[in-house]
C-alpha cells in the first residue's frame, strides 16, 4: 500500500469547519522516505456559504501564531476550495492509506468538505488511519519539526517522518 500523511491547517477543530491549506506527503516505511508532495491554500471567503464554519476560538488561535504560519490567510496561491479539492483528488495515489493527526480531525474535516461539494472523498473509508495513535506507542520519541510549525506540508512530512521513527522503535511493521 501507497502511505499518505494528510496535514490541514483549518478554522475549527471538527468536521464542517472552513479549510486554509491541505498539504500531503508520500512516505515509504520499508526504506524511511519521502516522495511526492501536495500543498494547496484555499480562500476561506466563500466557505461559510459550504456550511462550513469558523471558530472564534480557533481564529484567535491564529492571531497567535507566528507570521510565517499565518501566511495561509493572505498568500496570492489561494484557491476556491472545491478547485483544490479537485486538485488533492487528482493527486491522491489510489488504494492510499490516508494518516491523519487524530481520528477525530484531518479525516473527517476533509470529508466533509468533499461532502459539502455532494464528491465523496477520495480514498477508500477502510483506509483512514490515525498517526496520533501510532505516535503515542512511543511517548518519549518526540516529533522533530522542520519547515514552519502549521505550515500543512512541512506538519506532513514531520509527521510522516515521526511516525516512521516511531514504526521502527516499536517494531511495526506499516505494510
Ligand atoms: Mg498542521
Known amino acids: 500500500m501507497t502511505h499518505v500523511m494528510l496535514d490541514l491547517e483549518t478554522m475549527g477543530t471538527r468536521a464542517g469547519c472552513a479549510i486554509l491549506s491541505i498539504g500531503a506527503v508520500v512516505f515509504e516505511p520499508r526504506n524511511g522516505s519521502l516522495r511526492d508532495e501536495f500543498y494547496q491554500s484555499v480562500f476561506l471567503e466563500g466557505q461559510d456559504k459550504l456550511g462550513l464554519h ?3 476560538s480557533t481564529l484567535k488561535w491564529w492571531n497567535a501564531q507566528s507570521e510565517e504560519a499565518r501566511k495561509v490567510l493572505t498568500c496570492p496561491d489561494r484557491m476556491e476550495l472545491g478547485s483544490a479539492l479537485d486538485k488533492f483528488q ?72 515521526h511516525i516512521m521513527a516511531v514504526a521502527m522503535r516499536c517494531n511495526l511493521t506499516l505494510a
Open 54 to 56: 469558523t471558530s472564534d
Open 90 to 161: 487528482e493527486w491522491l495515489p489510489i488504494n492510499a492509506y490516508v494518516w491523519g493527526n487524530g481520528a477525530d480531525f484531518d479525516n473527517p474535516i476533509l470529508a466533509a468538505a468533499y461532502a459539502a461539494f455532494n464528491m465523496p472523498q477520495p480514498w477508500k473509508p477502510y483506509n483512514g488511519r490515525c498517526y496520533r495513535t501510532i505516535k503515542n506507542l512511543a511517548p518519549d520519541l518526540k516529533l522533530a519539526r522542520s519547515g514552519t510549525h502549521h505550515n500543512a506540508l512541512d506538519d506532513a512530512k514531520s509527521q510522516a517522518e
